[in-house]
Every structure is written in structure tokens, then in C-alpha cells.
């Protein structure tokens, strides 16, 4: 038994009625081709490919056996289908005509031609468009009668207008040479072509054309279709309705009215009769309309979803819109035309040649970083394995303050791949023009194969996760990427043949000014889903459910015309198309959304600041004020909304740590293993941010340093004061000492750098700063002291520098304590000990006084000075002997800051000694603060205000919880 043919999957209704394009499939399955099986002899002009696709889905259904499909098309495709000429690439047009431009004497530089060309083919494009004759238009200007405002009938003319005549006067044979040129290779302009075809030069083996939809033609657009209808074989169906088309002060219906015959299928009256809810949405912002589009999707169910439609007028609203969307059962589609710039090919080309502009053999990091994260490197080299190397090596890099890098660096970091890219970028860094071009296709070549090698494209269902999403392809990088090696193919071919750009800089300059003028087309197929669309590209499409974006002045209808040398008054006499008709273009496109839509909501911004959105669209207005029927009615009750942007919660509360015993057992180790002072100073300003910091190990964030941070200057400090005293070690401080460091502190400063920064960055920007202010730190130290000894002070008898100290404490009430650090400088005067620290910034006397119940002062963590001096006096009394011990510990600062202070010791009622027994009492009571951490039940709560609680904004981490 023969199998049955399967029908064709039904894709979802987009409408609850009887849309635009089923009226089409009925017209094509009452046309007698259809009963004949001769539908190939049946040409199908519509408005975008969508269209075309739910057409041949929907015929096929209709089919009851295989039979050929009609022609589809795109009037454009149908137009150029009619032609034995093909379409050139713009940039093709651009190229060529630089060629003719050049055999003139006053051919202009290829920077200059560009923006001159581009006004000049856009003028010759409208000229054909509207079957113009290209010596009217272009006629000595003094000749045109009646045009008083250009003062071109005066008798002498001024040097600006001479230039404007001179110009003029070459145009037209310009337009005949480019036009000949390309004509000798089978090119045209989509104009010319456009215009070929309406002047009898097509063929198309077809015996009829339905053309349905098309409504804003240009002259010569129709005139093709004319020439179909003049022999009997054009069927048009207008996408429109009578409220408008009928309406002569509508604008909406402009094109309708100038094209419309008594053969053709008159608009229907659909707004009369069942009109759509029409909320006029005002929004603060593109976030808010965004939001308020969430806010609405996430109310509908799968079905009702498919049966909607986002406009987005303006592409540069796609990536805030996707972003903002909740997760589609069915899948997202989007089918627009994007600017180049409102792509991410735009940025990373910028970012790309911005780093070719240096002169350096290396790269800066944070550059490398930049690259490195961006989407278009991010889709091609997207392993997930790899990236982590590469993120930890520029990890590694940051940590050891390098800022200039080479490819050999990612190597020796264990992270080849990316030395290799590095390697690529390396070949882009020449001189000429023209080795710069070879050396960019070659490598945007390379680059356009990984981006095409995506396996699977991101269809933005958000069924994955974010991470996931992200190594997945985004279709308008790979679009955008090959529309830029078109840009350099052009570019290429112009620079071989006559060479005039002259340096890689001005090759990349004219790339940038061509990519300004590119767009690129999202086509998507798939019916299933929530369906996002630009406002030409959702022509003939009916949907119950339309949100459209960006409902503002300047942007729907874009007021800004194109340039032109053509003036407004002169199209005016010409009768050529100006302001008003493509206003009605926008109109137009506007107004048929409501066809047979069940709700539309109309979105603008309502920021009164002009480059936020400026005013409502006039359309909004109109649709309120002037759309109404014959008794005054009006055809769409439009109601206003605004919508507000939720307030934020109340900031949530951080749930209370309980100390557990994994924190009890991680508190021991840490407090046998040796406390600095700064982890005791962290512990008693802000438990919880300790227990992030010391008990998870939750370390500092790692930072580029391109300029030294106080942290740096100070070790640098720290390190020439060591190094250069070294030969003091074991001696009474000398003038001679400080002599020798003064003069060898150039050499020490360099030794400083290359151990504990990076020399090679001090001798640019803030770095020179930061190195003179280390030098004068160093030279008040050293100027001090001198003045110190010459005026009797004891000389110290230098014990040790940078002594590492460490002292144990068992038996405490917490248990087994100890305390560890270093000191600058281990001394003794008279026979008393001496611990001296330096600090690069300034302290005060005061902020080391201690008196009465001493330690309760330190309790709230703000004398960290005080407490790191009673923790290096401690750690000193426990290296001496009981007797040595009785006699105290001295401990002091000499700040960077406050060098006239000299030393500055820490005093406790009013005595600079530590004696035995302010340790004692020390250690007893840092005993019970850990001892109070640690108790059972004890909540830890983030101390509203300490300062620098960096972690205390991480809720709850896990008792297994570790870096």
C-alpha cells in the first residue's frame, strides 16, 4: 500500500483571525495555476522573507500531492530576478567610482572622496528611483526658474558657490561613467538596475504576478510592476486600510492612494469595525520599556507568546531588550536589519585598532584583558578549559605588576594558545598601507573561520545557563565580522590599483569610516516563538499581541534626512521625493499594525532630555487627536499609561553567622600558628569580615597596577632603608651610615622596584610622582635622624633589620596562642630594647597614647597602630631573659608624614615602657576576645561601622567554603 504524503508540522497562529497573508494563500489556491499544478509559472511579490516562508508553509498544507512552488519574492529580489544585470556591492560602486574620480585633475584624496561619494551615489540612486533625467536634475543652477533662495542669478558669484556650480556641472557625466563602468562587467546599481527593468529592459518567464503588501515604492518600483499590469498579469493586494487610505490628509496612505488602480483589491475597513486596545505606554528610560515588556511577556502563556510581536525601531535596543526578557518557553526570534555599530564588531574593531596605534613591541595587560574578554574573541575562542588558563596567567601577570606583555609571557605561563593569538596580533603592527591591509584579511580571514565553525547558534531560549549562553553563538557577530572583511577587500583592491592611502594608520581611519555606513540583516525563520522585528521587516506580518519600542520623535519618524546636494526645493520642483514622503513611510508602517492586532502597546520614552528620547512620536498625537472617523469618532481609543519602575526592596538584612565548630577548629589553628597585627586589628573591628577573611580564606581582589599604591611605595621604602643600613647591623648608628644611604639611594630605589614592583613602569605618568615622593620620604628619614645624633640623642646599637619576630603563649583561656610579624628595625638604647617601625603616611602622637583600662581602647579595632606595637612589644619580651625583661621594651614609629616628630612611641599612662606585665595583661585579654569568638551559639554580626568590610556582603558560605 503506497504511503500517505505527511503533512507538513502546522506552525503556530500569530493570529486569532484571518490575517494579511492568509487573504495571500487564498488568492494563490483560487488562481487558476494552482488547479493546473502550474504555480511555477506564478510570480509572488511580497514585502520580506518572512513572509515568503509563511507563504510556502502555509501552500504546502494546502497541496494534496508534489507540485512546484510559485516564485517567491522580495521586490527587490523580483526586480533583479527581471534583470540580465546584477546588483553591485555598494562598496563595489564606491571603488569604481574612485577609479573614474581619479582620471580628473582635481581628483580629491581618498579621505575626502568618501564622504563627497556617498552623498553624490545616494543623490544618483534617488534620481533613478524616480525615473529622473539626470541633465534636468543636474542643470546649471542659474537656469532653474523660480527658486529665488539659492541667489544663483546673481551677476557675480561667490568662490563657495563657483565650487557648489563646478561640482554640479561634473555630475552628470560622472553618472554616465560609473554607470557605463559597471555596465561592462554585467553590474548595475540596485537604482540603475531598478530603473532598467521600469524602462522595458526585464524578463521574467512568469504568466502572472501577485504582488502583496508593498506599499512605500518608489516611482520606478511600481513603474515595474505596471509594465505587468499593462499586459493583464498583476494581481495586487493592498496591505492597508480604508481609514487612512481614504483619508487625503492621511499621510499614512500616501503611497497607497499615488499607486492604487481600479484593478487592484481595495483596502479593507477593519479599524471601523473591530479596532485594537491601544495603550500609549510612557517610560522614564530604555531599561523602563524593557521592563515594562518583561513585565507584560511574563504574563502570557506558551501559545499567547507565539502570537507575539517586540518592534524595535531602533536596533540599538536589542542587546538591553534581550537582557531584560524572562525565559521563553519556545525560543526567541529575531529578524531585523542592524546597523554595523550596534553590533559588537563595531566595538571590538575599535578596540583592536586602538592598540595598534601604540608603537611598542609589547601590549598593555589591561588592553590584552579587554580584547580577551570581549564577545567576538569570547565566540571564537570560546573552550571554556583554555580561557581559564588564560584568565589565570593575566591572574599571575597582575599579581607580579606587569602592565606591558608580549606573546612569550602567555607561554611561559602555561597559557600557549592565547601567546599564539597574541602572535597573530603581532603581524597587524606595520607601517604601510598596504602591508597592513594583507596583513588584516589574513588575519580577519583566520578569525571569520572560528567564528563560522560555532556549532550551535544561540537561539536566546535561556534553557541553559548564563555561562553556558555566552560560550554560544551570537548570529550578528559572524554577519558583522564578514561585512567588515568586505570592507577590506574593498579597501585592498583600491589600494592596488591606486594607492592612496599611505600609512596603516590612515588604512585603519577609512575601514572606520566605512563601517559607519554598513548594516548587516538578522534573518530568522523559525514561526515558533516570541517574535522581535525592526518596523520593515514585520510588513505583512499580523500578530494579536504588539509592543513596539522607541515611540518617540526622531526616531518614528526619523527626522533627520540623508545628505544631499540636491536641494529640498529642487526635489520639490523635480518631484522627487523629500521629508513628506518618507514621514509617510513611517506612517504607513505605523498604522498597519493595527490591522488586525487585538492589543497594542505603543512605548516611548517620556524624558524630557532630547538625547534620552526627546518628545512622543507625532504619531501617538495623531492617533489621539486627528484619526477619527466621518462623525468624529476616532477609529482607535488610545489609552495612556505610565509606567513606573518598581521601587527596590528594602536592602535585605545579612542573616546572622553562627560560629561553627569548622570556624572553632580553623580559629585554633590560626591563633597557634602566629597572629599579626593587622589580622587581631581586622578580628576586633568587624568579626564577620574576619571570619570571611581569615577563617575562608577569602583573600584580598587582585588589581592591575599601572601606578603604585601607598601599600607598594611603603615596602619600597622599607626595602632601601634595610638594604642600605646593612652595614649599621651590629653597630651604633652613625651620620656615616645615613651618608652612605643618601648617596646610594638612586642605585637602592632601582633594586627597590625591580624586588617589590616593576621597574620598567616608574619612569612614565603617576610613577614619576610616586618615585620622587619615595625618594623625599627616604631623604626626611635619613635628614632626622642625622639631626637627631648631632644633637646628643643616644646613637641605637643596631640589633637587627627586618627581624622576623614570633613568640608562643600557651596555657592562655583560649589555649595555645601565638603572634608573629616583622620589625622594621630592632634596636637598643642604654641597654633597653627597641622596636622601631616605619610608615610611609602620617601618624600622631595620640593615636599611640594608651591609659586606664588601656585595652578596652583597643576594642573597637581604631588604634591599630597602638596594637601593632603592643604586639611587636610582646613578641620582643618573650625573646629576653626575666631580667632582661624587667627593664621594658621601647616601641615606636618614624612617619613618612610627620618626620618632625621623630620617634613616636607608644605610651602607656604616659610611659613609652612595655613592661612584662602590659603583656600579660594583653595576652590575657586577646584570650577572651577569642575565647567570646568562639563560644557556643555565638552570632556574628557585621559592625555597621567598621571600615573595609569587603566580604561582609557574601551571605552564609558553606562549612566547606575555601579559596
Request: charged share 25%; aromatic share 6%; proline share 6%.
Amino acid at each position: 500500500m503506497p504511503s500517505q504524503r505527511q503533512a507538513p508540522k502546522p506552525h503556530p497562529r500569530t493570529l486569532t483571525g484571518t490575517s494579511f497573508l492568509d487573504e495571500v494563500l487564498e488568492a494563490i489556491v483560487n488562481d487558476p495555476r494552482f488547479a493546473n499544478r502550474q504555480l511555477e509559472r506564478l510570480a509572488v511579490v511580497v514585502p520580506s522573507h518572512r513572509a515568503m516562508a509563511k507563504l510556502r508553509h502555509g501552500l504546502r498544507a494546502k497541496m494534496d500531492g508534489p507540485a512546484r512552488m510559485p516564485q517567491f519574492y522580495a521586490l527587490s529580489g523580483f526586480i533583479e530576478a527581471s534583470s540580465h544585470l546584477a546588483a553591485a556591492d555598494p562598496l563595489e560602486v564606491l571603488a569604481r567610482m574612485y577609479s573614474l574620480i581619479q582620471e580628473e585633475d582635481d581628483a580629491p584624496s581618498f579621505d575626502r572622496f568618501v564622504p563627497w561619494a556617498t552623498v553624490v551615489l545616494s543623490d544618483f540612486a534617488a534620481v533613478d528611483h524616480e525615473l529622473g533625467d539626470v541633465h534636468n536634475v543636474f542643470q546649471n543652477l542659474a537656469d532653474i526658474q523660480g527658486i529665488e533662495d539659492w541667489s544663483f542669478g546673481e551677476p557675480e558669484l561667490s568662490e563657495d558657490q563657483k565650487a557648489f556650480e563646478r561640482q554640479w556641472r561634473r555630475l552628470p557625466g560622472l553618472y554616465h561613467k560609473l554607470h557605463g563602468s559597471l555596465l561592462n562587467d554585467g553590474l548595475a546599481t540596485r537604482a540603475q538596475l531598478t530603473r532598467s527593468v521600469a524602462e522595458g529592459k526585464g524578463q521574467m518567464e512568469v504568466d502572472h504576478v501577485l504582488a502583496a503588501g508593498l506599499a512605500t515604492m518608489s516611482k520606478a518600483e511600481w513603474r515595474c510592476l505596471q509594465r505587468w499590469e499593462e499586459r493583464g498579469a498583476l494581481t495586487v493586494l493592498w496591505d492597508g486600510d480604508a481609514s487612512y487610505v481614504d483619508d487625503p490628509h492621511n499621510e499614512a496612505g500616501l503611497f497607497i492612494r499615488k499607486h492604487r488602480t481600479r484593478k487592484g483589491a481595495f483596502p479593507r475597513s477593519t479599524l471601523a469595525k473591530s479596532p485594537p486596545v491601544v495603550k500609549a505606554v510612557g517610560c522614564s528610560s530604555t531599561v523602563s520599556q524593557t521592563q515594562y515588556v518583561r513585565d507584560t511577556l511574563s504574563k502570557l502563556t506558551p501559545e499567547e507568546l507565539d502570537q507575539t510581536l517586540v518592534i524595535l525601531p531602533d536596533g540599538g535596543s536589542l542587546g538591553t531588550l534581550l537582557q531584560a526578557l524572562p525565559e521563553q518557553p519556545n525560543g526567541i526570534n529575531v529578524t531585523m536589519g542592524l546597523a554595523l555599530h550596534e553590533t559588537p564588531v563595531q566595538s571590538f574593531v575599535e578596540q583592536l585598532f586602538g592598540m595598534l596605534e601604540t608603537d611598542s613591541k609589547s601590549w598593555r595587560l589591561e588592553q590584552i584583558q579587554a580584547l580577551h574578554a570581549h564577545p567576538v574573541i569570547h565566540q571564537a575562542y570560546g573552550d571554556k578549559d583554555q580561557r581559564w588558563r588564560e584568565g589565570r596567567a593575566m591572574h599571575r601577570m597582575i599579581k607580579g605588576h606587569r602592565v606591558w606583555i608580549q606573546a612569550k609571557d602567555f607561554l611561559a605561563e602555561g597559557a600557549p594558545e592565547w601567546g599564539d593569538v597574541m602572535e597573530g596580533l603581532g603581524t597587524l603592527r606595520v607601517e604601510g598601507a598596504s602591508a597592513f591591509l594583507d596583513a588584516m584579511s589574513s588575519w580577519a580571514k583566520e578569525l571569520e573561520g572560528r567564528l563560522e565553525a560555532m556549532p550551535e547558534p544561540l537561539d536566546l531560549k535561556r534553557e541553559s545557563k548564563p555561562q553556558e549562553d555566552a560560550a554560544r553563538a551570537l548570529p550578528w557577530i559572524p554577519a558583522g565580522w564578514r561585512r567588515f572583511r568586505t570592507v577590506l577587500a574593498v579597501l585592498e583592491r583600491l589600494q592596488q590599483s591606486h594607492g592612496p592611502m599611505k600609512s596603516a594608520r590612515e588604512a585603519r581611519a577609512m575601514a572606520r569610516r566605512l563601517l559607519r555606513q554598513e548594516r548587516i540583516d538578522l534573518l530568522g525563520e523559525p514561526n515558533q516563538g516570541l517574535q522581535i522585528m525592526g518596523l520593515t521587516e514585520a510588513r505583512a506580518l499580523d500578530f494579536d499581541r504588539v509592543l513596539v519600542l522607541d515611540m518617540n520623535e526622531g526616531m518614528v519618524p526619523q527626522t533627520s534626512m540623508p545628505d544631499s546636494f540636491l536641494p529640498l526645493d529642487l526635489r520639490a520642483s523635480l518631484g522627487m521625493p523629500g521629508p513628506r514622503e518618507r514621514e509617510a513611510r513611517y506612517a504607513y508602517l505605523v498604522h498597519r499594525i493595527f490591522h488586525r492586532a487585538n492589543e497594542v502597546h505603543l512605548l516611548h520614552r517620556s524624558s524630557p532630555d532630547r538625547k534620552d528620547g526627546g518628545e512622543p512620536s507625532r504619531y501617538l498625537m495623531q492617533l489621539e487627536g486627528s484619526f477619527h472617523k466621518k462623525d468624529g469618532t476616532p477609529y482607535l481609543n488610545v489609552q495612556p499609561i505610565i509606567h513606573q519602575l518598581p521601587l527596590p526592596d528594602a536592602r535585605p538584612e545579612m542573616r546572622p553567622m553562627t560560629v561553627t565548630d569548622v570556624m572553632r577548629k580553623r580559629l585554633s589553628t590560626w591563633a597557634a600558628d602566629g597572629m599579626s597585627p593587622s589580622a587581631i586589628n581586622t578580628l576586633l573591628q568587624c568579626p564577620r569580615n574576619f571570619a570571611y577573611r581569615y577563617l575562608y580564606k577569602m583573600g584580598e581582589a587582585t588589581e592591575l597596577q599601572s601606578s603604585m599604591e601607598a601599600s607598594t611605595l611603603g615596602s619600597v621604602v622599607h626595602w632601601v632603608m634595610e638594604h642600605g643600613l646593612k652595614a649599621a647591623q651590629g653597630h651604633l648608628l652613625t651620620t656615616g651610615h645615613l651618608d652612605h644611604v643618601a648617596a646610594s639611594i638612586d642605585t637602592l630605589l632601582e633594586q627597590a622596584l625591580e624586588s617589590e614592583y616593576n621597574a620598567s613602569l616608574v619612569h612614565r605618568g603617576e610613577n614619576v610622582l610616586q618615585l620622587e615622593i619615595a625618594r623625599a620620604t627616604i631623604q626626611k628619614f635619613l635628614r632626622q635622624e642625622k639631626g637627631e645624633l648631632a644633637s646628643g640623642t643616644p646613637a641605637p646599637q643596631i640589633v637587627e633589620l627586618e627581624q622576623k619576630l614570633h613568640s608562643d603563649h600557651p596555657g592562655t583561656a583560649f589555649g595555645t596562642m601565638a603572634f608573629r610579624g616583622i620589625a622594621d628595625r630592632r634596636e637598643t638604647v642604654r641597654g633597653v630594647q627597641r622596636v622601631v617601625d616605619y610608615k610611609s603616611g602620617k601618624v600622631e602622637a595620640k593615636e599611640l597614647k594608651l591609659k586606664g583600662d588601656w585595652t578596652t581602647q583597643l576594642e573597637s579595632g581604631d588604634k591599630p597602630k597602638a596594637l601593632q606595637l603592643i604586639v611587636y612589644a610582646t613578641m620582643v619580651l618573650a625573646t629576653l631573659s626575666a631580667e632582661e625583661g624587667e627593664k621594658g621594651v621601647l616601641a615606636a614609629i618614624r612617619s613618612g608624614r610627620n618626620v618632625r616628630e621623630g620617634l613616636l612611641s607608644l605610651r602607656i599612662d604616659g610611659e613609652p615602657l612595655i613592661l612584662p606585665h602590659h603583656a600579660e595583661t594583653f595576652v590575657q585579654w586577646l584570650a577572651d576576645r577569642l575565647t567570646e569568638f568562639a563560644a557556643t551559639e555565638n552570632v556574628l554580626e557585621h559592625k555597621s561601622d567598621a571600615k573595609y568590610c569587603e566580604h561582609c556582603v557574601v551571605l552564609d558560605p558553606t562549612d566547606n567554603f575555601s579559596f
